[in-house]
């Protein structure tokens, strides 16, 4: 069974910067940081391919969060730097078995991905 637990969460103000950590029991090829506001689908931010390594992310977060693996450590990170109110979520890692290199993408659909942690909750504030 593949265990996720994502920390670092918590509350900022607009312009700070947080880090949050997804610690795994399995080391997958592809992981991915999801966000969900209230009212809102979970949407994906940001993908790791880790051989290569590959990321991609969502337009709303391009240039202000990263994705990296220290897989020492066997963690996950996103770093989020220049927040915004709209940033506001609970963020929630995920992954999967088997996938491909051109399918670890920001467009690999939602309930394709089998495995997620709890979440992490993020407030940011104006």
């Known amino acids: 069974q593949v265990q996720l637990m994502e920390s670092g969460g918590g509350s900022v103000q607009s312009g700070g910067s947080l880090r949050l950590s997804c610690g795994y029991s399995?080391?997958?090829?592809?992981m991915a940081w999801f966000r969900q506001a209230p009212g809102n689908e979970r949407e994906a931010v940001a993908v790791?391919?880790?051989?290569?390594?590959?990321?991609s992310f969502a337009d709303s977060v391009k240039g202000r969060f990263t994705i990296s693996q220290d897989s020492a450590k066997n963690t996950l990170y996103l770093q989020m730097n220049d927040l915004k109110p709209e940033d506001t979520g609970i963020y929630y890692c995920?992954?999967?078995?088997?996938?491909?290199?051109?399918?670890?993408?920001?467009?690999?659909?939602?309930?394709?991905?089998?495995?997620w942690g709890q979440g992490t909750q993020v407030t940011v504030s104006a």
């Open positions: 995920a992954t999967d078995w088997d996938v491909k290199w051109n399918t670890c993408n920001i467009g690999r659909p939602t309930g394709e991905w089998r495995y």
């Open positions: 399995h080391g997958m090829a592809c």
């Open positions: 790791l391919y880790t051989v290569g390594p590959k990321t």
